[in-house]
């Protein structure tokens, strides 16, 4: 019995100490970034070159080609620009892949507040959104070692 209950508080504490995952659409996601919120591309190379990229996205696939990550990995890469007592904003290509990785930093990271894309970049075109071409930004987080 108290075996229970501990277990059962240990579940309601973690509860309560999760971040909030808030989806978000386009023009919160513009705000957001004047604001200076950090948005995280978490695609795949290819889906980057193919589209382009949001302005000011930090480039950092989560998922490879056959939905493997290695998420110890990607939090050292991202823990420079997104801090876990500050937001974050991840983005993918229409929002799916980012559900997982927004509960992933929210439950598991100590996130305090996780913004997820809900049409990924795929809405943020839909909208006539403005885009950059991917390989400069690429060629440049290679080069500092930080993509």
């Not at 209950?5 to 004047?34: G, P, R």
């Not at 500050?86 to 892949?97: A, E, M, S, W």
Request: aromatic share 6%; with cysteine; glycine share 6%.
């Amino acid at each position: 019995m108290r075996q229970l209950l501990l277990t059962c508080s240990l579940a309601l504490c973690s509860l309560f100490a999760q971040a909030e995952v808030i989806d978000i659409d386009n023009a919160q996601l513009a705000k957001l970034m004047q604001d200076g919120v950090p948005v995280i591309d978490i695609r795949l190379q290819s889906e980057w070159e193919e589209t382009g990229i949001v302005g000011g996205s930090k480039l950092h696939t989560f998922f490879d080609e056959r939905g493997r990550a290695d998420p110890a990995a990607w939090l050292n890469q991202v823990s420079p620009y997104a801090r876990k007592d500050q937001p974050v904003i991840v983005i993918c290509r229409t929002g799916n892949r980012t559900k997982a990785v927004s509960q992933f930093l929210s439950q598991q990271a100590g996130y305090s507040t996780v913004y997820n894309v809900k049409a990924g970049i795929k809405g943020w075109i839909r909208e006539s959104r403005p885009v950059i071409p991917a390989a400069p930004v690429i060629a440049a987080c290679r080069n500092a070692k930080t993509c």
